[in-house]
């Protein structure tokens, strides 16, 4: 595989030639495979090395040997994070800033837009070979499907849920392409039902790094997972290991949890520990047979957490294999917190099997949420700590140190000048005649990777807007609203010091009324430059 890094002459003329030689040769070193790993709906604490119970020995190697991130955000939500993850830009600047569906305003039109580029589109340019397999969720129509940006090949599921067993199960009727497979730019109709999801992912991931292995270039892959996003469904033998060891209750496993994040250095010493849902009632007031149902609902969870890290060392098997796997950077992270949705059927398919197999359909619901984001608040969809706060896993043995963990700021647009800066490449300014949005705040994770730090004179800012919730943070200062759904506008801002209160459990906003001002006109301002408009404002475009 890529011979053209070794074979750039093989007649030597003098010293000079010889070292005109290495230099190209150390050049072409420097240009690895990327490998990015999604999650969807994973929790915080959800894999071993961030605190949880669930065996994920496979993701753990990687942070062994690489950088665990202890304050790494995503967008809040899958369609918002893919679009940032795959653009370097904010959702709304990318067209994505709500969900799919068109809500008759450029910058929340349901597709990425014209004015911004994929990373595969910019690494092709410089020579790499784009895959992707798994999860797509921004665009479902067929000019909009990953090869038509910038992939050479595709598998995958179009839209944001599924069936792990049975796609045609999932709904009465499909949705448009919402509910469909695509192998490249067809839908894939399965053989039979006899398939896994996680495992069907993986196997066309391992059938795209062996069409890259025949070939000279460098491979960026995209394995964008839909585990353990709901439906609760995982293979029987993977439940069994778990049945039981939920009995506990969820409060002892928050605690166990958040013991260990102190105990690993994923949270501060300072850290307290958010209180219980206020929707969550004390496992010990709950009946026994509840608590056999809740311990299944979660020993499914787990085993979907387990069987996508056993397919996660299939890939970095493969790669062993190839003999690429020291000069692949790969990368670890979920699209946003965990996911506390109640499912109550509607035009979900009414049918209640055994929990966990095809015939069954639910989630785990705020109680296991609230311990898969120990420990913090809330969940996905909203811009506390608990929606927007992922594990974030690099490992690259030539570039970054084994085994460390930093708690430096970062984002999911980072990840785009990441790649670029690996590549070689270059951000364009226009493409296939479309003026490109620039890149608003992020900046390469390179020179934190080699340094453990940014060299910056001001902390920039983060920035988060979802159908009404929103967020600033800059330096040790978040300011976060939620939307109120009774009085259908804004919350009042609250601020916290994160490096205080990591949870934030106090409001500091009444006693520091300068510092919300400045941070109320800085989001503004970025509100402005990226098309994020007040909630309300949106809604009534789209109902007109």
């Not at 391992?206 to 890259?212: P, R, Y």
């Not at 099997?353 to 969809?381: D, I, L």
């Not at 106090?506 to 006109?521: A, G, P, Y």
């Amino acid at each position: 595989m890529r011979l053209n890094q070794l074979t750039f002459g093989l007649t030597i003329i003098g010293i000079s030639s010889l070292t005109a030689c290495k230099q190209k040769a150390d050049e072409a070193i420097q240009r690895p495979n990327i490998l990015v790993i999604l999650a969807d709906d994973m929790g915080y604490s959800d894999i071993s090395c961030y605190g949880s119970e669930i065996p994920t020995p496979n993701i753990d190697s990687l942070a062994a040997k690489g950088v665990r991130l202890t304050q790494f955000y995503n967008a809040g939500r899958s369609c918002p994070s893919r679009a940032s993850l795959l653009t370097g830009l904010y959702p709304h600047a990318a067209g994505m800033g709500d969900m799919v569906h068109n809500l008759g305003i450029p910058s929340y039109q349901g597709y990425l837009n014209n004015h911004c580029v994929t990373f595969a589109e910019v690494l092709k340019q410089s020579g790499y070979n784009t895959y992707m397999s798994g999860k797509w969720h921004v665009g479902n129509k067929p000019d909009q499907w990953p090869t038509k940006r910038g992939f050479d090949r595709y598998f995958g599921l179009i839209g944001g849920a599924s069936s792990y067993f049975d796609l045609l199960a999932y709904r009465k009727s499909a949705k448009g392409n919402d509910q469909i497979l695509a192998l490249d730019d067809s839908i894939y109709t399965p053989a039979d039902s006899g398939f896994y999801m996680t495992n069907l992912f993986t196997d066309y991931a391992i059938q795209f790094l062996d069409d890259a292995n025949k070939k000279e270039n460098p491979f960026i892959m995209y394995l964008a997972y839909t585990a353990p996003h709901w439906p609760l469904h995982a293979l029987r033998e993977d439940i069994e290991l778990f049945r039981g060891k939920y009995m506990i209750g969820w409060d002892s496993i928050r605690v166990q949890r958040y013991r260990r994040m102190l105990k690993l250095g994923i949270i501060p010493p300072n850290t307290v520990l958010s209180p219980r849902d206020e929707n969550v009632p004390a496992w010990s007031e709950i009946s026994e047979n509840e608590k056999y149902l809740w311990d299944t609902k979660m020993a499914i969870y787990a085993a979907m957490i387990y069987r996508m890290d056993l397919n996660i060392g299939r890939v970095i098997a493969k790669l062993r294999e190839m003999k690429e796997l020291e000069n692949t950077l790969i990368v670890f992270l979920s699209d946003n917190g965990a996911c506390h949705e109640v499912l109550r059927g509607g035009d979900i398919i009414e049918r209640r099997g055994e929990p966990g197999t095809q015939m069954s359909f639910g989630s785990y619901e705020y109680p296991w949420a609230n311990v898969s984001n120990t420990p913090f608040r809330m969940y996905k969809h909203w811009m506390h700590e608990g929606g927007i706060i992922t594990p974030f896993i690099a490992c690259y043995p030539s570039l970054i140190k084994a085994n460390t963990i930093n708690n430096e700021l970062a984002h999911i647009t980072d990840l785009m000048p990441t790649f670029i800066e690996l590549a070689q490449s270059k951000y364009p300014k226009k493409y296939k005649d479309n003026t490109i949005n620039p890149l608003d705040e992020a900046l390469s994770l390179i020179s934190l990777f080699k340094a453990g730090k940014y060299k910056l004179d001001d902390p920039r800012g983060f920035e988060w807007e979802h159908e009404g919730n929103k967020a600033i943070r800059k330096g040790d200062w978040k300011m976060v609203s939620k939307w109120d759904i009774e009085k259908n506008k804004p919350g009042e801002w609250e601020l916290y010091n994160i490096s205080k209160d990591r949870c934030e459990l106090k409001d500091r906003s009444k006693e520091n009324r300068n510092l919300v001002k400045f941070l109320d006109d800085w989001y503004l301002k970025w509100a402005v430059r990226n098309g994020v408009l007040d909630w309300n404002e949106v809604k009534e475009v789209n109902n007109q």
